[in-house]
Structures are given as C-alpha cells and as structure tokens.
Nanobody, 123 residues
Framework: QVQLAESGGGVVQAGDSLIVSCAGS????????VAWFRQAPGKEREFVAA????????NYGDVAQGRFSISRANGKNTVYLRMTVLQPEDTAVYYC????????????????RGQGTQVTVFT
C-alpha cells in the first residue's frame, strides 16, 4: 500500500507563486510514478503534471502552460509542484496520485491518491 498526504495549499493573490507537496509512504512509493491533478467545483478533473519514479521523466498537462514545474526528492519521499504566476482560474483542490504504471497514471488511472489541498487565488 501507498499513502499520500498533500500540504502547502493556501490563499494567494494573482501573480503569486506557491509550492504544494505530496509526502508518500509505504513499501512501493519509491517505485511509483506520481502525478498532480486538480478539480474545481463543478468542473472536471484536470491533469496537471507527472513525474516518474526516478525523477527524470516528466509530463505536463495543458493547464501547466509553462508556469508549473514538478520535482521529486526521493530521499524525502516527497513530490513537489511549484506553481508560478497563479491566476484565479487555478483555484481548485490539488491532489497527488501514484501508480506503478506510468501510462495508466498519465491517462488518469491510478491506484493511490491523497485527500487534496485547497489552492485559492484571488485578484
């Protein structure tokens, strides 16, 4: 089993930056690829970014638009999502998900996910 816990969300002003973290634990976490998704009320889930088990391979969704970057500190079992130039439309619950299969994860299918952290951007 893998457990995921997000942190770092908050209320920020448009144009600000924010880093959210996903702390993983469990026997297989270090072997898992990890992704960030987001979901706003009344909207469909959106893929934000993913990183493979090694931390070398990454993939970004359209919503990232060159403003977001994903990284991984394997020694700390933590995956980070750095978000810059935040806009009100970035307001959503951001959650991390993990899976041993990269293709499944990027396609939005995964075995493990966290509870999410709220990010609110105001003008």
């Amino acid at each position: 089993q893998v457990q995921l816990a997000e942190s770092g969300g908050g209320v920020v002003q448009a144009g600000d930056s924010l880093i959210v973290s996903c702390a993983g634990s469990g026997q297989f976490f270090s072997d898992c690829s990890v992704a960030w998704f987001r979901q706003a009320p009344g909207k469909e889930r959106e893929f934000v970014a993913a990183i493979d088990w090694s931390g070398v391979g990454t993939n970004y969704g359209d919503v990232a638009q060159g403003r977001f970057s994903i990284s991984r500190a394997n020694g700390k079992n933590t995956v980070y999502l750095r978000m810059t130039v935040l806009q009100p439309e970035d307001t959503a619950v951001y959650y991390c998900a993990a899976d041993l299969n990269w293709g499944r994860l990027v396609a939005g299918v995964f075995d493990f996910r966290g509870q999410g952290t709220q990010v609110t951007v105001f003008t």
